[in-house]
């Protein structure tokens, strides 16, 4: 009788410990099943920023594809902003205040990661925030040094901020890659499936009930028509070589 009453509460006691956990972090034995934890417009920004970072720095150089370089650009800058702004309004755990810790919280959690009793968050771990912050306010930044070039309202030494961002960027996006391929294996969780998914290792608690898919399309619609117009204006706008004849065929009327 004694036993089956000790049993119990221990059964209850472990319940209301991981009720009381929320989106804290739950070392990974104690998740069983998969639940929806990315929203729709999270995990499109997500896909469609990586596609915009990686397009702006392969065309940066080349003077014949600038326009393409200036729409990778703004493209990103946008959805950046968005995202900025689906952290406070967006779902559960696309929010800043779920994930956003303190640095020994991440410090903590890195210690846990490689000492075998890797704690699992539901959403991004501590250590991935400050990637998620740095990256932000970095790309942030880069947008507008990138319009201040190109409106000339500077001197070119905000070309020199321009390129240093973009390395700094690059740097996280690196060690983003590496950690999530880290953590994938230690947590035996691919989470680069679940970006594309949304679904996770987690308690049936931490789900959220709804993949917000209307506006997720609503934001693909807003960047498609974004590129429609930009490929419209660089085919009615003279390339650099159009304008070269045509200044050489007036010149040759005078």
């Known amino acids: 009788m004694n036993t089956h009453n000790h049993n119990a509460n221990t059964i209850e006691d472990v319940n209301a410990h ?11 034995h104690q998740i069983h099943k998969k639940v929806l934890i990315w929203d729709v417009p999270v995990r499109l920004i997500h896909w469609l920023m990586a596609l915009s970072f990686a397009g702006a720095y392969l065309t940066s150089e080349s003077d014949n594809l600038r326009w393409l370089h200036m729409s990778f650009g703004y493209t990103m800058f946008g959805l950046m902003a968005f995202r900025v702004v689906w952290g406070f309004i967006g ?6 205040s779920a994930f956003v810790r ?32 740095a990256f932000l306010l970095l790309g942030l930044a880069q947008g507008v040094s990138g319009y ?23 740097s996280i996006v690196i060690i983003h890659i590496v950690a999530v ?3 994938s294996v230690l947590h035996r969780d691919n989470l ?11 308690s049936s608690e931490q789900a959220i009930p709804k993949s ?7 934001i693909a619609c807003i960047v498609a028509a974004f590129w429609a117009w930009q490929v419209q204006q660089t085919q009615a706008t003279p390339t650099g070589d159009q304008q070269h004849e045509e200044k050489k065929h007036d010149d040759d009327d005078d």
């Open 18 to 28: 991981e009720h009381q956990l929320g989106n804290s972090g739950t070392t990974t």
């Open 212 to 218: 917000r898919l209307a506006i997720g399309i609503i």
């Open 91 to 96: 779902s559960r755990h696309a929010r800043f």
């Open 148 to 170: 201040l070039m190109q409106q000339e309202l500077v001197g070119e030494w905000m070309e020199e901020v321009h390129e240093g961002i973009a390395v700094t960027l690059l």
């Open 192 to 202: 680069i499936r679940a970006m594309f998914s949304g679904y996770k290792r987690a």
């Open 181 to 183: 391929i880290v953590s």
């Open 102 to 133: 303190s640095p020994q919280q991440a410090i903590a959690y890195l210690r846990s990661l490689f000492s075998g009793k890797a704690q699992h968050y539901p959403g991004h771990n501590p250590a991935g925030a400050i990637a998620i912050v």
